[in-house]
């Protein structure tokens, strides 16, 4: 029972990232203020790392700010040159969502597999430790507790 493919309305954007611009605006204020600190003359007041220290935490805000203005201006760019698109779902996208009659009826759908879960660790360890050992052959004994293959006998954890 296979239905005609759905198609909905998508936006295509570029969207920038913001944290990239406001890590270049406060580098960028760090370079101001070292070029402010290390080209003026040095004065008997203060220090050039004082000076340093100090148009940093005046720059670094402003700078910040600065970063954050370009990343909101080319994301109002990008809303402006979004393009509309029909997105259909294909097969494989359609089996990685639950199926809405699962959720009503407590089971899986009429058109749904029976998927089963990933194993954990712990069940991969018991199933290890059930099987017969691949060199010798012989079962494992019961008494003992299993190894963890990845165990080197050293405590410290």
């Known amino acids: 029972m296979s239905s005609a493919p759905e198609r909905r309305p998508v936006t295509i954007r570029r969207a920038p990232k913001i944290i990239p611009f406001l890590v270049l605006g406060a580098l960028l204020a760090l370079i101001a203020a070292g070029i402010i600190a290390f080209t003026g003359p040095e004065g008997d007041q203060f220090s050039r790392g004082t000076v340093l220290g100090f148009f940093s935490a005046l720059l670094l805000i402003p700078g910040l700010l600065l970063g954050a203005a370009v990343a909101l201006l080319l994301d109002w760019i990008s809303v402006r040159r979004s393009r509309q698109a029909l997105a259909e779902r294909t097969g494989s996208e359609a089996a990685d969502e639950p199926d809405p009659d699962a959720a009503a009826t407590g089971g ?14 712990t069940e991969r360890d018991t199933k290890a430790a059930d099987e017969p050992d691949p060199d010798t052959g012989a079962a494992p004994d019961p008494a003992e507790p299993a190894q963890d293959p990845d165990d080197d006998g050293d405590n410290n954890r």
């Open 108 to 121: 899986p759908g009429p058109d749904s597999g029976t998927a089963e879960a990933p194993e954990t660790e």
